[in-house]
């Protein structure tokens, strides 16, 4: 039981905690200065949630480590993440199409985690429940404006589409933490989520023109650990500081 | 030192992106109690990311130091999550003084996906700070800070910050 909820912990927290540092990486790099500023704010509230919910999990956890020890000291096979967000951060389609498919999700994950049993949880997930509205704002407007934009920002997005369909299914994928922690009435019932998720991403990007690809979604592994090689990558420059210098402080 | 007075006495830690206003009047700080010797202050954040929660809490602790308290916790609550709604009339009007618009509107939300992915959702029709035009226009939902969205007023020529609702 007290594993499960860790794990769990740790699968919310991941999420967050390498979708952050993706979307940190275009700070001074943004297209207009809005959007650096947008994507800024937006990756600080997703790591700011990443540390509540590891909080929570190094506490459930019980072995006195802290929120910054599973941040940077533990390798990428240890990392609990969706593959989605551990892609490289591509370019600014690529960006915002991963985080509109990441955002619909998460949004109608809080939605149902606000009322969790676990107090924690809910009260956490509703806390960053209010930081999804707006982020989901953000993403599907660019998803409309790109895809039913120029000849250029259409082939971009479409792009981005193609190459992220693949990896979208990984968020809906239960398995036996997910539902043990669902029966217990702490976790969210993916399922449920699902044709939520379908219906309001088949919405937008049939009004911004772009084409939902057939072929199946097919890369999985993340919650247990198998990851692409790009995490290992990411983590070698977000942990290098740390484990450089442990215990330093500033 | 009662409960009221320590309350009183934190009206002196100010947000530090904010200063004319105080942690108490923010909602920022929820209760103050006693348990044996120490004081207990619970705190709740305003954006789960917010980096000014880690200084408000260190001024917190300096102030209550200073004033004679030795054991301090300090006790993070997540529920009920903090809204500007909370604030009074007084405060919002500290924001107009200090050239912020202050939420307009409740963050009470009713649900429904449309407001997420339309481009024409309503917007709520913020009034410029330093002239109370009405005629503005929101440029980014996103400011420099997390609580902050950035608009421009077609009257006065202004560009200025708004306190989100949230």
């Known amino acids: 039981m007290t594993d499960n909820l860790f794990q769990y912990l740790l699968r919310l927290g991941d999420d967050r905690l390498v979708l952050g540092h993706r979307l940190s990486e275009w700070c001074g790099h943004g297209p207009i200065l809005e959007e650096d500023i947008a994507l800024a704010n937006i990756a600080l509230d997703l790591i700011g949630q990443a540390t509540l919910y590891l909080k929570l999990g190094a506490e459930t956890e019980g072995k006195g480590r802290s929120e910054d020890d599973l941040a940077y000291f533990r390798d990428a096979i240890e990392y609990r993440n969706v593959q ?6 591509g370019d600014y389609a690529f960006t915002t199409v991963r985080q509109f498919f990441f955002d619909v999700f998460s949004y109608h994950l809080l939605e149902q985690l606000q009322s969790s049993r676990n107090s924690e949880i809910a009260g956490i997930a509703a806390k960053g429940f209010k930081e999804v509205r707006y982020h989901v704002r953000h993403s599907s407007e660019w998803v409309l404006r790109m895809g039913d934009g120029t000849e250029e920002s259409h082939s971009r997005a479409q792009k981005a589409v193609s190459e992220l369909w ?4 990984e968020m809906f994928q239960a398995d036996a933490v997910d539902r043990a922690m669902k029966d217990e009435g702490i976790g969210a019932d993916l399922d449920a989520i699902k ?7 088949t919405d937008v990007l049939n009004r911004a023109t772009l084409a939902i690809p057939s072929d199946p979604p097919a890369m999985t592994g993340g919650r247990r650990g ?3 090689e790009h995490l290992g990558h990411m983590l070698s420059e977000m942990q290098i500081v740390a484990r450089s210098h442990p215990g330093a402080e500033w | 030192m009662s409960g009221a007075e320590v309350l009183d006495l934190l009206r002196n830690v100010k947000d530090p992106e904010i200063p004319m206003i105080d942690v108490v009047e923010l909602g920022i700080v929820r209760d103050v109690s006693f348990e044996n010797d120490a004081v207990r202050v619970d705190v709740t954040p305003t954006y789960s990311g917010c980096p000014a929660m880690q200084v408000i809490e260190r001024d917190i602790v300096a102030t209550l130091r200073s004033h004679g308290f030795e054991n301090i916790v300090v006790n993070t609550i997540y529920s009920p999550a903090w809204t500007t709604d909370w604030l009074s009339e007084e405060t919002r009007q500290k924001f107009r003084d200090y050239g912020i618009a202050p939420p307009t509107g409740a963050a009470s939300y009713a649900g429904g996906i449309a407001e997420l992915v339309s481009l024409r959702r309503a917007r709520p029709t913020i009034e ?8 503005t226009v ?11 969205s950035i608009h421009f007023c077609n009257s006065c020529h202004q560009p200025f910050d708004h306190f989100k609702a949230f």
Do not use: I, Q, Y
């Open chain 1, 84 to 89: 989605m967000v551990e892609l490289p951060k």
């Open chain 1, 166 to 169: 693949r990896f979208t299914a």
């Open chain 1, 226 to 228: 198998r990851h692409t």
């Open chain 1, 195 to 201: 044709p939520k998720w379908d219906s309001v991403v």
């Open chain 2, 128 to 135: 410029c700070p330093f002239c109370r035009s009405v005629n």
């Open chain 2, 138 to 148: 929101e440029k980014s939902e996103f400011g420099s800070t997390a609580c902050k």
